[in-house]
Structures are given as C-alpha cells and as structure tokens.
C-alpha cells in the first residue's frame, strides 16, 4: 500500500507532497512538518552513506554507486530517487513493497518531465515557502502522476 | 564575346543587386582580343545606360508577368542591340538580364541557357533571403553571392 | 557512448532542420534590432536564454539517457560532445586542448554546424552567434553541481578556422544544506 508521495527540490525545499488514503479519496496534505521530518531523515541517511563510501578521490566529483535508495520504519518504508539535478522523489509505503525504484524513475522521467520541465510556464526553480510558486501546482500533473500511482498493482 | 549586366530589384523598384561581366565562353579562343575573361566589354557611355535600361523595362515585366504562369518571361526588350531577358521571383523580385549580341556575333545566344542561369540565380537568391540578417529588399553585399553568382554565369553564359 | 548516442538519436522527435535554423536565426536578428545592435548585450541575452534552456534540458538529458555521475571533469565533456550534442543537435564535437590541470578544455563544433547554415553574421568582431550554446552548456552543468565558465574563443562565422568553444571548471558546487543545519 502506498501512503505518500513527496518531492524536494535542490534547495531541500518540499515542492510536492500528496497523501493517499486507504480508500480511493486522495487529500493534499498541508502537514509541512512531516515533509520536514522526512527530510530531515533522508538528508541524515544520505549524508552517512556517503561517508561510508568514503574516497580517496579529493576531486570532488562524487561517488556514483553508494546512494541511498529506502529506508525501513517499523510499518513504513520510504524509498527514495535522487536525480542528479538534486531532485528527491520520496514514496511512503507499508514495509511489503520491496522496490519502488521503476515507479519513482518513471515519476521522474515522464511525469516531472513532460508536465513540469517540458512546460515553459511552469518554473523548474521553485522558490521559497509561502509563495505561490513554492509548489508544483500543475494540474496535469497531479491528475497524471496520482492516476499512475493508483494503477500500480501495489497501490492497495 | 558577349557581354552581361544582371541586376536584381526590389519590391519597391529599388536596386538588390547587380553584377557586370562578359561571357567566360570561347575566351580562350579570343585570346587575341586585349580583354580580361569575364570582364564586360560595354562602351562608357552604354554602362552608365545600363541601370536605366534595367528599370525602364519593369513596366514591361509587370505586364508580362500577368500573360504567363511561368517565372521566367524570356526576351522582354532591346535597346540599342542590347537585348533585355527577364524572370520575376515567387515574391516579386524582378532579376534583368542586359547583353549585347552586337559585337559578339560568333555566339549565337541561348535562350534556355540564360533560363538556367536565372534559375539558379533565383535559389541562389533564395538562400541569401534565408540569412537572418538580411530582409527583403535589402542591398546584397555579401561576397559569397558574388563569387556564387560568377560561378553560375560561368557555368552557363 | 557514441553508439548509445546513435541509438536514442534514432527514438528522438526531431524537427526540420531549415525550421530550427531560421527559428534560431530570427531569434538572434531580432535580439539585434531590439538591441540596437549592441552586440555585447545581445550575447548576454542570447545566453541568458541559453541558460533558461539548459537548466530544463538537462532533465530531459539524464532521463532520456540514464546518465550516471562522471567520476572526472574529463568524462563530463566526453559526455557532453558524445551524448549530450549527439542527442540535441546530432553533431559530435572534438575535445581539444586540455590544460595541464584537466580544468579547462576546448569544444570544437563541427562544419556545418547546424545553427550557422545560411547565416552571414554583420561585419562585427563582437557578436558570438551561437552564444545560446554557452549559455545551454552553463545551466545544464550548474544543475548538476559543476560551475563552469563557458565561452567562444572562435567562430567560421567571422572567418576563423573553426568554432570553438572553450570551458572551465570553476568549482563543484556542494549539496545545499536545509535551512536551519550547518
């Protein structure tokens, strides 16, 4: 069962979050200090795992292979995509879905990418909380993405 | 050997373009002659005409234009042995063509010869207009069109 | 890479060519009679505009190609020309002139560069035609963390003997930290 959606862009701001309930009624979530927490887990777990993988390489260029990809509550689970624009797709779900990675790249790749960059009205730097361009507000958007997300056989 | 004036103008009867030489054919053959290949043979007081010949004929073009669904309207006017060939352009722009058979009787002019080469002037033109920085109606100062344009009159005049 | 690059060139929606071009071109001449032919702000402009593009099109770039972080500066501009131009552009450039500090490189553009066909820039020694380019380049890298100059050292437009791109990394940018964290 899938709980939440959110997304945070680079600058580690939440500029999406969605909340899906046990029936089919969907509600927009405005808890931002949940999206707060989360990210504030994500952000810590990130940091770790990359000092875990720790390089000699003082070039600066990052190592590739030792990302983050869920993590494990005791009824929860959040499985995460970072693209490498720093674009955070985060998935809630109940700990019986083991990998969200397709569903969060394909999230990325076609939905993030045809309705929001692809659209030169929509901002891709969203900006600061409280403004109405804080948040991805595109309508097809979030008729797309929740409509794909509740095709998914895990969705339930 | 033949000499030419081309001229290309505007939609507003102003002056494009224009471009004098002489026939590049048989100048080996008229080596005896003083002259350089290409470079036109028109008498002082005839070149100083020539611009006025061009335009005296648009009137004529503007009939022509309306009598044939072809671009290329053929032998339009002579003045003074010269003769005056003309093709008009999908957007309005007159190419002339003045040459001179009076001295030049060994060769015998080529209709479809000059219908070529206005052919190909005309996409020659067209990728001039394609140039952003050049508007309709502009002059043609480029030096590749005028190399472009030797080119084709030497390949076909 | 060059073969991947061949491959997603094939599935990409493609456009006339002649379409782009004077797309482009009406785009720049406007630029220079909105500027009254103030060359240094139009290329400003034109970069501006690149940068706008760059920092979408990179998006469009990783998901189409499911590009990886590079492991070296070296490999971002192999990425870059084999990839990136392959993909947008279906031009392959070369890489030259790499510093001795694997810093800074040269991207030389291929003839014919699809941006240039029929154009013949005005007589002027400050106008950089394809500055869009840089401005592309620029955004794309600054979205995925790497500051890097950008700018045109030559260009066949104004008679040199190839168009030239040169890049510098300046730095890489850190992760932004939430707010409220140091």
Redesign the interface.
């Known amino acids: 069962m899938i709980h939440s959606f959110f997304i945070f862009d680079r600058h580690c701001n939440c500029i999406y979050s969605r909340e899906y309930t046990n029936g089919d009624a969907i509600n927009k979530t405005n808890d931002s200090d949940t999206a707060k927490l989360l990210f504030g887990i994500l952000y810590s777990l990130k940091n770790i795992s990359g000092k875990l993988a720790h390089t000699n390489d003082d070039s600066g260029f990052a190592p590739s292979n030792n990302t983050l990809k869920s993590f494990t509550l005791g009824t929860y689970r959040a499985h995460y995509l970072e693209s490498m624009t720093g674009l955070k797709f985060i998935l809630v779900s109940d700990t019986h879905i083991d990998n969200l990675q397709p569903v969060l790249w394909e999230l990325y790749s076609t939905h993030y990418l045809k309705n929001v960059v692809h659209n030169g009205l929509s901002p891709v730097e969203f900006l600061a909380e409280n403004d109405p361009y804080s948040k991805i507000s595109n309508h097809n958007f979030i008729v797309q993405s929740d409509a794909y997300i509740q095709s998914l056989p895990v969705y339930r | 050997m033949t000499s030419y004036y081309f001229s290309i103008i505007g939609t507003r009867d102003n002056p494009v373009y224009e471009f004098e030489f002489s026939s590049f054919k048989n100048s080996l053959a008229m080596s005896t002659s003083t002259s350089v290949p290409g470079k036109s043979q028109f008498s002082a007081s005839i070149k100083e005409m020539l611009p006025f010949i061009s335009n005296s004929s648009l009137d004529i073009i503007e009939d022509a234009q309306w009598t044939t669904n072809l671009f290329y309207l053929g032998k339009i006017d002579s003045f003074y042995g010269l003769l005056v060939n003309a093709f008009i352009t999908q957007g309005n722009i007159k190419f002339v063509l003045c040459y001179d058979v009076s001295n030049g009787t060994t060769q015998k002019y080529d209709d479809s010869s000059i219908k070529q080469f206005f052919i190909e002037a005309n996409d020659l033109y067209v990728k001039c207009l394609l140039n952003p920085f050049y508007s309709v109606n502009d002059a043609i100062v480029s030096p590749d069109f005028d190399l472009r344009l030797k080119l084709i009159a030497k390949k076909y005049l | 890479m060059s073969k991947k690059g061949d491959d997603i060139w094939k599935n990409v929606d493609k456009i006339n060519s002649?379409l782009f071009?004077?797309t482009?071109?009406?785009i720049?001449?406007q630029l220079?009679r909105d500027f009254n032919h103030n060359y240094h702000e139009v290329n400003n402009q034109l970069d501006q505009m690149g940068y706008n593009i760059g920092?979408?099109l990179?998006?469009?770039f990783?998901?189409?190609t499911g590009?990886?972080?590079?492991?070296?500066?070296k490999e971002t501009v192999e990425v870059i020309t084999k990839l990136g131009f392959r993909v947008f552009l279906n031009i392959q450039p070369a890489v030259e002139n790499w510093s001795s500090d694997g810093r800074s490189c040269s991207i030389v553009l291929p003839e014919p560069n699809p941006l240039n066909?029929?154009?013949?820039?005005?007589p002027t020694k400050d106008l950089w035609y394809c500055q869009i380019l840089c401005g592309i380049l620029r955004g794309a890298l600054q979205?995925?963390?790497l500051d890097v100059d950008v700018n045109f050292v030559k260009d066949t437009l104004k008679g040199d003997d190839k168009t030239e791109i040169r890049l510098k990394l300046n730095?890489?940018l850190k992760?932004?930290?939430?707010?409220g964290?140091d």
């Open positions: 002649e071009t004077l482009y071109g009406s720049v001449a220079c920092i979408r990179i998006e469009e990783l998901s189409r590009a990886q972080r590079c492991q070296s500066f066909e029929f154009v013949e820039i005005p979205m995925i963390q730095k890489i992760d932004e930290v939430p707010a964290e």
